[in-house]
């Protein structure tokens, strides 16, 4: 009896979670034209969103290129085929590791931050004075960060891919002695922009949007003590994580599987 | 105030390079810039066997990309396939003899339209057909076509 009680309670308490976490979505929804005529609160949450990743995604991306780089001469030249390299390097990086890898950071760095930040506010009543001062929280505080985060990702992934592909031209061809002329004629021949590039960035602007929508729904439904932040925090990560990858494999059954 | 003004500049970078990342992932990477103006002409050809072409394919000139192949789909009046392809409208003089064939890029690349001129005046225009085709080569074929003429020699 004790076992149905506690599976009913957890199906209960995750429906109600769910429940609370749609309404907070449309609530932000409706609210999200705020920031856009505050541009000031934009620019502050972009910043620490968006530019202070750039640092972390610029370096990753540069290694993950080379690494990529690397791997691929030495199997692509089993076959004698490493003219191919810019295809493998940049047709990896644009459809799955540009936008996934930069949404995993971006979630380690940026998301937990979201909901540390929201989940202290939340915890010393400065949301709640807010309210009493007649300021919306979801407008001052809670949409400028979403926005921010839908505006930042996608632009993160790009140069992820750009300095990714950069890095496997340096991994590759300085250093493998790959052509040159091979490495980006053949890349640009395979690689079409609407296919490809378009697709992945649609890709990272709805990973954008669950990442933030989680680190935000997150820090916003935090116990309001110490180790209710932190267990938030772990949420937002973890989550994020499952959330990513499980929509990169449906996106991509979707984008690229028929072809 | 100033502190603000250095937050707005770091952002502004941010973006900037962000919008470099992406004029070079559609310039330098992609093939958006080749063959995407919408000055072209369509071409039709039949052709008895078209394995292992698809749609993008390279339609090439004197080894010269010219155009993409657009639709391939199967004609059930004359049981062959219909290619239609777009050649881009810079190459508006080619001769309305000239011949297309289906080849391979090296011994297992993709397979691509090769055209060979011809020498009439008249011009290919909008919508027309090319008569003079040659289909893919078929590697079984030619194997078993090979071992056939070897084995009847004997």
Known sequence: M???HSIGQISLQSLAKLGRSTLFLSAIINSLGYPLLRPKLLIRQIYSVGVLSFWLVAISGLFVGM????????????FGAESSLGIMVAASLVRELGPVVSALLFAGRAGSALTAEIGLMKTTEQLSGMEMMAIDPLKYIIAPRFLAGFISLPLLAAL???IGIWGGYIAGVELLNVDVGAYWSQMQSAIDFYDDIVNGIIKSIIFAWIITWIALFEGYDATPTSAGISRATTKTVVNSAFAILLFDFLLTALMFGTS | MMQYK??????GLFVSAAMAALFFLAMQVSNFNALQNTNSYTLTAHFDNVSGLKTKSLVSMAGVPIGRVTEISFDPENYDALVKMRIDARYNTIPSDTSASILTAGLLGEKYIGLTPGGLDEFLQEGDAIELTQS??????????FLFQSASKD
């Open chain 1, 2 to 4: 004790k076992f149905f």
């Open chain 1, 67 to 78: 690494v990529l780089g690397l791997q691929g001469v030495y199997t692509l030249s089993t």
């Open chain 1, 160 to 162: 992820f891919s750009a």
């Open chain 2, 6 to 11: 250095a937050l707005e500049i770091s952002v």
């Open chain 2, 136 to 145: 893919a080569l078929v590697l079984e074929k030619l194997i078993s076509q």
